[in-house]
């Protein structure tokens, strides 16, 4: 099977008769560039040590000024690894007196390195709610995934986290962690991978957690080159396609998300963000020229990747989107 250009747009027109509208902005995300410690298999956004693309300050201040103006409920911070931004430290000690919801998505393993030891005192301080990726509670398969040793090093940093409240029963310090398949297939039942993750995790480790997000791989950065040298492609879509479900459309993460890139170009979402695919349809496409009222009711620029976020139980940055 091959999946043509658009062929997204014909499936959901077939299925909705009209195209892909937002209904509000919910979700502030900012991706802070592509530099990273790590240089995971699976990243969409081809993140590493060499990553060059880093936000600057104008760019920065612009969102910040959006944010006091603007109610926006979350504050969604990402990269690569954000807290290697030279300016993030700053940044949330603006964004955590706004009393929104502030979530940082780290690594975990940078938490163990020089320079960084001391981020986890500083969330905590700040309330930040923290989400990382653990592809697999297997060692073996998450290092086959994001690199050599790290699984060990995210144990490391979970335990730091808990001592200091991360993950508690009635602890306001969250800590989140996200599964994404480690080969060409889709994600099994979110709650069914929650209950094996927490008792594995509690049972081996001492560790807890608060939620398991569910994240269906996209067909983009280095997955689709996987996918190409694996020849699993072009199965991997059809099983996309095939895994269609129409009422995960009302809750993917495009419909209430704004996602900022780097240099300040405007995205429906992190993935279109990888795909070099502004906003359009006469909506502003940069934060310089944010329009609240144009940007909340926005047509949604769509393409093949889109079958990722409406297969199965749907995936969204905050897991599953369908019951």
């Known amino acids: 099977m091959t999946v043509s250009p658009g062929s997204f747009k014909l499936h959901f027109t077939e299925k909705a008769k009209a195209p892909l509208f937002s209904h509000s902005i919910d979700i502030f995300q900012l991706n802070l560039g592509n530099r990273c410690n790590l240089a995971c298999r699976h990243c969409h956004v081809s993140a590493g040590p060499g990553g060059k693309n880093i936000m600057p300050p104008a760019i920065l201040n612009k969102c910040l000024e959006i944010l006091k103006k603007i109610k926006i409920g979350t504050i969604d911070i990402t990269g690569g690894s954000p807290e290697m931004h030279p300016q993030f430290k700053g940044f949330i000690q603006e964004c955590a007196p706004l009393n929104r919801r502030l979530i940082v998505r780290s690594n975990l393993a940078i938490l163990t390195e020089p320079g960084f030891r001391d981020f986890p005192e500083f969330y905590a301080k700040h309330k930040v709610e923290i989400v ?8 073996q398969k998450t290092d086959r995934q994001r690199g050599f040793g790290v699984f060990q090093k995210i144990i490391q940093s979970m ?14 310090l969250q800590l989140h962690l996200v599964h994404n398949p480690t080969g060409a297939y889709l994600p099994a039942s979110q709650k069914s991978l929650q209950n094996e993750y927490a008792q594995l995790l509690k049972n081996k480790y001492n560790i807890l957690f608060n939620n398991l997000f569910c994240i269906t791989n996209m067909p983009i950065g280095r997955y689709l ?11 991997y879509m059809e099983s996309l396609v095939c895994a269609f479900n129409p009422s995960a459309l009302d809750n993917i993460m495009c419909k209430n998300t704004i996602s900022i890139g780097w240099d300040g170009t405007l995205y429906d979402c992190d993935f279109n963000q990888m795909l070099h695919l502004p906003i359009d349809h006469g909506a502003p496409d940069n934060i310089m020229n944010f329009d609240y009222e144009k940007l909340k009711k926005r047509q949604i620029v769509v393409d093949n990747h889109c079958f990722g976020c409406t297969a199965g139980a749907g995936s969204s940055c905050q897991g599953e989107v369908a019951g």
Request: proline share 6%; net charge negative.
């Open 132 to 139: 990382s990726s653990l592809p697999s509670f297997d060692e």
């Open 159 to 172: 335990k730091t986290l808990n001592q200091i409240g991360y993950g508690m029963p009635n602890s306001s």
């Open 225 to 235: 080159d996987y996918l190409k040298q694996s020849d699993n492609y072009e199965e």
